[in-house]
């Protein structure tokens, strides 16, 4: 499971061609010595809440397209520089803080026909796998869990660079995004437009513009 500018310094070394004393790179992962600057990543991490968005965005009335986000959310990360394939993510979010500007809106998402956060309060995400794509993108599988229903998804991650800041703190930067279809987790309430077509789309983009900090 979304870690600012765009980091510079990165560099990928060619492999060395596959040899009897050499096996080839295995398939699905970086065919690289991963650089030091995202060895020195290695460690735990934690969300920034002020300066992240797990958000999400949807068609409207086939149109137009509304966006929220998600402010109340537990997370932990651990990030494994050496090996990502190791890398692990887990976020908690409470679904009553839906916030999409609209407050009925709100309302509705989180009543019966969409979340029904009474009853199923949390939405979850736990990673299962990771693997390094380049030396700046990373796929991230995991079991994403609403209304008491599981699915795995994909992410597709985007590594934006890593500073210390004016007070101390070590941050990383991603970029996370996945689409789903709101209907496997049992969210099936819609409207159909005389026109044809729904009043809002079961696809739905996920995105997670991430903030993170190194845990003490």
């Known amino acids: 499971m979304g870690i600012f500018s765009r980091r510079q310094t990165a560099t990928v070394e060619q492999p060395a061609a596959a040899g009897p004393d050499r096996p080839a790179a295995r398939s699905g992962t970086a065919a690289a010595t991963l650089d030091p600057a995202l060895r020195a990543l290695t460690g735990h ?22 966006r929220g986000a998600f402010t ?21 979010i409470r679904v009553a803080s839906v916030d999409t500007g609209v407050e009925q809106r709100d309302a509705h998402l989180v009543g019966k026909d969409f979340f029904d956060a009474r009853r199923h309060p949390e939405m979850t995400f736990r990673s299962t796998a990771a693997v390094q794509e380049s030396a700046e993108s990373f796929r991230m599988t995991g079991d994403l869990t609403i209304r008491d229903t599981t699915r795995a998804v994909e992410l597709q991650l985007d590594y934006l660079g890593s500073v210390v800041d004016p007070f101390g703190y070590q941050r990383a930067g991603f ?10 987790w049992g969210l099936v309430y819609n409207q159909r437009l005389e026109a044809g077509g729904s009043m809002v789309s079961e696809k739905v983009r996920l995105q997670f513009d991430i903030s993170a900090i190194r845990s003490s």
């Open 45 to 66: 991490w934690t969300i920034d809440r002020p300066h992240s968005r797990i958000g999400f965005s949807v068609r409207h009335a086939m149109v137009t397209t509304v």
């Open 72 to 92: 109340d959310y537990d997370s932990r990360l651990y990030f494994d520089g050496d090996d990502p394939s190791r890398s692990r993510a887990e976020l908690v």
């Open 175 to 184: 970029d996370g995004t996945t689409t789903i279809d709101r209907r496997d």
